[in-house]
């Protein structure tokens, strides 16, 4: 018997191999790989960065971390009707380096002077990377933060999600009748309810956090149209000869259920866990962007305090604040999926190029 | 006449694992009015010659070397438009598992005819249901077909179905690529009397491909056996089972059941066909061969040589005695 | 098969029944309630929010309130919207629909038709340089996020180059002297719309059984012509005339929303297509129809195309589902006043009536659109269609 362990150990090997190779080949797969390969170097890049002491933690902690950039204003008054032959819009004005003095609060600066500020939100300087935002927080670190929210949140609820749909399709295809009939109305329940305000009404009667919001996802996710797909193909599995024979030769129904029926079920699943991940990051970023999430930083927070302090229309002036974050959520989302892809090729033979 | 010239037709595949050579050094030819035959165990090219005659062959296969004159014009070189027009109104094909042949969601007429309307598009669409009806007629198969889906037929009438589509365009030459092997007994008798009245009726020329050795010899004149990608023995149908020099052919006829005649035990060859990956040189039948002797020399390269008339065989074998 | 029909039902009301409770238990285990402000008003005594409460019944058990709830439900009595009243739900509901409808449904169109477009040619091309970066770019499109590219197109068009208004979906400077509500310029675009998308289909399903393609091609053509013709014609006389100028505003205001929304949603089908198109690519029948010597193109098309639309059409019936829930970003981004902002305002202000409106419709939505999702399949795919003759 210590043969055939040995035997189906190294049958194991060579098919993950060979499912590596076929990766590979794509070129989705790979291209998406790589992407999520970066934010998660992004996200242990942090950590390391503290705990060598090569950033500090005052400086560039995302969300508490303060950094001082002092610079010199020109004081200026920026006239009421535009444009002049100075500024063409009201945009324009107060330019780079100057300051309106009418924000000038408790300083007893005339106009022409200049004075010396903290300026915040910072531009992108050899010291901040990707700059700092209005409350003196280095926005690369910010990025870092959110890739390891992003990361952790994503196959949190991915795994949770699959596991309970993979649990209950398999039971449902398996043990058929009431049980079924029960599974099958409850995925219609669900799949009925609108997402978005669903969330809306859980996030107002509850303060959630991440762990709380995986928690959410994974469970709707779980218990959704997933366990209909699931079902099907674990029924396709299931009239195959090799299951009857199973059950002929004294297995029981734990172990078909374990042995037969999941590996079969498993590329679907692990397929679905991909997606799900894209879902639950934008989930999370969507809400963030509207304010309903209890979270110290993620990059849908980064986007929603660009919004809230006005900068979204400054435009390109303030790009550092709004970019980053976005494109982060989009490239990242859009790697898990791609790598999605790249799996379906794998596990899909007349998806393969050749 | 010759209707079809094939002169050392070299085919490959690209794979992860490199390059296989389908088809080696191929030659044979086909007259007008013709059965020919080519027989072999399964991988051993004779769907990619019969792909490359139509230039059908997947993405990553690729016509390497050779020259393929179709009723004296090479189409080896010739570019998509111009195969096009070759393709049903000079050379159709029966493929093998012809049922799948058909797209599901249109009706079975309408498939037929739009072969027609590609070759022939000034007919109109009385001239086009008409000839469909002739074309069933032939096959037998009735014309309420016309308007049916291809899941709404029995495995034979696809079968007929598809061998009235390949007639569709007047075709001088049918490939038949295993065109029974799906079905039953009785009705791959019957298809397999269509297909000789058939061409009897039209005059076509008919390349018949099948591992079936049984099947060659009742439908073809002439006949090819191929092994690893190449021609082993090439000739006349009668002679070559009356008489066969080399020893796979030999092994194949021995290894055939017969219904007359003492019970014999069957002889089946040991081994397996070799990867075609492997660009060896010389015999590639050797490992297999039982009349493999020590002056066998294995590196000698495969040729045809004539040992009767239009019979050739492969160079190993023409020396051997019976 | 009436049989399992009948099951279907049955089970079908139990699901919506278990839908409206679970529905207004959730609404109702959100702390606090519509009337709340009431009390930090010091003007008024604390008994004038005991009395209100009493009077909408909020002072009942849950249990009660629920059982009232569906009572009323299939009486098609759905109460007073809180915040709006003395609106009903129904009202505002009707108010609101045509409003998200109008939106949406251009998107999905142009989406679900320059998706499917994309799609086949993308797995058509396979394997070329551009296909994967055609490919890339698709998927990022797919998961851009949202809310940032649809800021970053109102401040590029709306903005920094003004040619789009900023949000809302009319100047209401313009609207100050209108003979009519914003409404009835609403129904007045969506009957047109829907009469021309109409008289397409017909003219589409009428020229099916033309044998020759030419022919076919050019009787569709000026069909289509004489449609725009007709369009014209039809906005400038009589009474459309004076509707003309609102009609061209409120059009004016779609423009950004459904390129933005077209943008994300067109990915989606591009992708789905494109992976069903590969499929069917290795089927034996498309070796068939090259071995024939049909065009490429053709074969793309008329045979590939044909059998990939199943599985699309199919995702873009359950597309449909998932409008309102997809509007909400939308329309709050855009102050685009319809189903979606209606939702989330009546969740985030527990307008409960209205929320249960809402709710319940999106449900009996859903449901409507599974049964059209099975019926046009069947419709599709000739195999289902003789079963369920046969």
């Keep these: 018997m210590k043969d055939q362990k040995d035997i189906s150990k190294q049958i194991r090997r060579e098919a993950l191999k060979k499912n590596w190779t076929l990766f590979k080949q794509s070129k989705l797969g790979m291209i998406g790989l790589y992407i999520v390969i970066f934010f998660f170097f992004l996200s242990i890049l942090q950590p390391i960065l503290f705990a060598t002491g090569l950033w500090n933690k005052g400086v560039y902690d995302p969300v508490v971390g303060y950094s001082e950039q002092f610079q010199e204003f020109l004081v200026v008054e920026c006239p009421t009707e535009y444009p002049t032959e100075k500024y063409d819009s009201i945009t324009d004005c107060p330019g780079r380096n100057e300051i309106n003095v009418r924000t000038l609060f408790y300083s007893d600066a005339e106009v022409g002077d200049t004075i010396i500020q903290n300026l915040q939100p910072a531009p992108p300087s050899p010291k901040h990377i990707l700059g700092t935002d209005s409350l003196g927080r280095d926005i690369f670190s910010q990025i870092m933060e959110g890739s390891q929210v992003a990361f952790i949140l994503g196959l949190l609820s991915a795994t949770l999600g699959v596991g309970i749909s993979t649990l209950l399709g398999t039971i449902a295809a398996f043990f058929g009748g009431k049980v079924d009939a029960y599974l099958m109305r409850q995925s219609d329940l669900i799949l009925m309810l609108p997402t978005l305000p669903l969330l809306f009404i859980i996030s107002a009667f509850a303060e959630l956090q991440v762990w709380h919001l995986a928690v959410v996802l994974g469970t709707i996710g779980g218990l959704g149209g997933s366990v209909i797909t699931i079902k099907s193909q674990a029924l396709q599995v299931k009239v195959k000869p090799f299951v009857d024979s199973a059950r002929i030769t004294g297995g029981s129904q734990m172990n078909i259920l374990f042995s037969h029926v999941l590996p079969n079920v498993a590329p679907l699943a692990l397929l679905f866990m991909v997606f799900s991940v894209t879902g639950a990051i934008a989930s ?10 209890n979270i110290d930083m993620s990059w849908g927070l980064m986007i929603y305090l660009a919004q809230v302090e006005g900068f979204i229309f400054s435009g390109m002036k303030f790009w550092w604040l709004i970019l980053p974050a976005g494109l982060s959520v989009t490239f990242l989302t859009g790697g898990f999926y791609l790598v999605g892809r790249g799996l379906d090729e794998v596990f899909n033979p007349r998806l393969r190029n050749r | 006449m010759n209707i079809l010239e094939v002169r050392n037709l070299n085919m490959s595949y690209k794979t992860i694992d490199g390059m296989v050579e389908a088809v080696k050094n191929v030659s044979f030819s086909v007259k007008e009015g013709e059965s020919f035959g080519i027989v072999g165990e399964s991988g051993c090219g004779k769907t990619s010659v019969a792909m490359s005659l139509l230039q059908l062959q997947a993405d990553n296969g690729e016509i390497t070397s050779g020259e393929i004159i179709f009723d004296g014009k090479d189409i080896v070189g010739l570019n998509e438009s111009e195969l096009r027009e070759i393709r049903w109104s000079g050379i159709s094909i029966v493929f093998q598992g012809a049922m799948n042949s058909w797209n599901p969601v249109v009706k079975i007429g309408e498939q037929i005819r739009e072969a027609i309307r590609e070759h022939y598009p000034n007919k109109t669409k009385d001239e086009n249901s008409k000839k469909i009806i002739e074309l069933f007629d032939i096959v037998g198969l009735d014309q309420s077909i016309m308007d049916r889906f291809p899941h709404e037929l029995s495995g034979g009438m696809k079968q007929r179905a598809v061998i009235a589509l390949a007639l569709s365009c007047d075709p001088k030459l049918i490939i038949a690529d295993e065109p029974t092997t799906a079905l039953d007994v009785v009705i791959q008798d019957q298809i397999l009397n269509e297909i000789r009245k058939v061409q009897q009726v039209l005059g076509l020329s008919l390349i018949y491909i099948s591992h079936d050795i049984a099947v060659i010899a009742e439908m073809t004149d002439n006949m090819a056996v191929m092994y690893a990608g190449r021609i082993v023995e090439l000739g006349p149908t009668k002679d070559i089972f009356s008489n066969p020099k080399h020893a796979y052919t030999k092994s194949l006829l021995e290894s055939t059941p017969s219904v007359v005649g003492d019970k014999v035990k069957l002889k089946s060859l040991e081994g397996e066909p070799p990867s075609l990956i492997n660009k060896e040189s010389g015999c590639s039948f050797a490992p297999r061969c039982p009349y493999r002797e020590d002056t066998c020399n294995p590196s000698l390269d495969m040729k045809l040589v004539e040992v009767g008339i239009d019979h050739y065989v492969d160079i190993c074998s023409a020396g051997k005695s019976q | 098969m009436l049989k399992y029909v009948f099951k279907r039902t049955y089970q079908l009301i139990i699901v919506f029944f278990l839908f409206l409770v679970s529905s207004y238990v959730l609404f109702d285990s959100i702390p606090g309630n519509a009337f709340q402000n009431l009390l930090l008003n010091p003007q008024l005594p604390p008994e004038a929010y005991e009395q209100v409460i009493k009077l909408y019944g909020l002072d009942k058990p849950l249990s009660e309130r629920v059982v009232l709830y569906i009572q009323n439900f299939f009486r098609g009595d759905f109460g007073y919207s809180y915040k709006y009243y003395p609106k009903t739900p129904i009202e505002l509901i009707a108010e609101r629909l045509p409003r998200t409808l109008m939106l949406f449904a251009m998107v999905n169109i142009i989406a679900f038709y320059t998706g499917f477009l994309i799609g086949k040619i993308l797995a058509w091309r396979r394997g070329s340089k551009s ?16 809310p940032w590219f649809a800021l970053m197109m109102l401040w590029l068009f709306g903005y920094r180059l003004g040619w789009l208004p900023i949000g809302k979906f009319l100047y209401p400077e313009k609207w100050y002297d209108a003979p009519f509500d914003s409404d009835v310029v609403f129904m007045s675009m969506i009957k047109f719309v829907a009469i021309a998308s109409f008289i397409q289909v017909l003219a589409y399903v009428f020229t099916r059984n033309i044998e020759s393609l030419s022919l076919r091609r050019n009787i569709r053509s000026v069909a289509f012509l004489i449609l725009l013709i007709g369009s014209y014609l039809f906005w400038n006389s009589g ?84 409008i309102i829930d997809g509007s909400v970003l939308t329309e709050t981004i855009f102050s685009w006043p319809g189903m979606g902002q209606l939702i989330l305002d009546s969740v985030l202000q527990e307008d409960i009536p209205v929320a249960m409106a809402t709710f319940s419709f999106i449900g009996v939505f859903a449901l409507i659109a599974h049964f059209i999702a099975d019926i046009s399949y069947a419709y599709l795919d000739p195999r289902i269609r003789i079963q369920n003759q046969g």
């Design chain 1, 284 to 293: 999370e970023s969507v809400l963030s962007f509207l304010g309903l999430l």
């Design chain 3, 131 to 146: 296909e994967t970066w055609i490919t890339v770019t698709s998927v990022f499109s797919y998961t851009v996020f949202y």
């Design chain 3, 239 to 322: 009474n459309q005339n004076i509707l003309r100028p609102y009609a061209m505003d409120i059009a004016y205001h779609m423009i950004l929303p459904i390129f933005t929304v077209t943008v994300v949603a067109f990915a989606g089908t591009a992708l789905l297509t494109r992976t069903t198109m590969m499929e069917v690519m290795k089927d034996d029948f498309i070796l068939t129809a090259r071995a024939k010597g049909l065009s490429q193109k053709r074969i793309r098309d008329r045979h590939a195309a044909r059998n990939a639309l199943l599985p699309v059409v199919t995702s873009f019936i359950f597309t449909i589902v998932t």
